[in-house]
């Protein structure tokens, strides 16, 4: 593959706020779900960008250079009914890989200003299946974040639960997996998150 040639993939997640001291549940308690494997500590570190008038966002796209954790590099996040189209380039040097700026073509042109830091402690647990694949992968994610507008910084805690490649097939079964989720979460005394994205939040949005 190029550095110019993107991996794709379709992102299907749920997040949710919880409180400093709230406790992991069992996610082993979901449907489909036998296994919960070990904590794996990340450190990320994403940079996020847009146009002076913030095109990129107003269409629902987020464009971020991250480093850390296993997908580290270049990311293009495009809102679909179902989820989030996810593209991903490799980091390469510092310079916006050229096919980001051909993918971005048909909402905004280069130059691409610094929009937001988000920096983030995240430990991800993998839940898989009687046979070992991957139903979803659930993290605990520690946020410092700033608004590189204003200065303007954030700490927060939050879950995040992302279907994997052997999760439910049909729209039915995965709202019962979500559902399961939210009453796990509930019980730990979190909920639905206010923003839909850390960028959001980040943005006061």
Known sequence: MSGDEPTRSLEVERSYDVGDDAVVPDWSLLPGVAAVGGAEVRELDARYLDTADLTLGRAGIALRRRTGGPDEGWHV???????RHEYHWPLG???????????????????????????????????????????????????TATDERTGRAQRWREWEVELGPAA????????????????LVADAGGRPAASDSKLARTLGR
């Open 168 to 183: 439910p097939a049909d729209a039915a079964a995965r709202e019962a997996f979500f559902a399961a989720v939210e009453a």
């Open 77 to 83: 996040k495009i809102a679909a009914a179902e989820g």
């Open 93 to 143: 040097d510092e310079a916006l890989p050229a096919g980001i700026a051909e993918a971005l073509a048909p909402w905004a042109e280069p130059p691409f200003t610094p929009l937001a830091r988000i920096r983030n402690r995240r430990v991800a647990y993998a839940l898989t299946d009687a046979a070992g694949h991957v139903v979803a992968e659930m993290v605990d994610d520690h946020v």
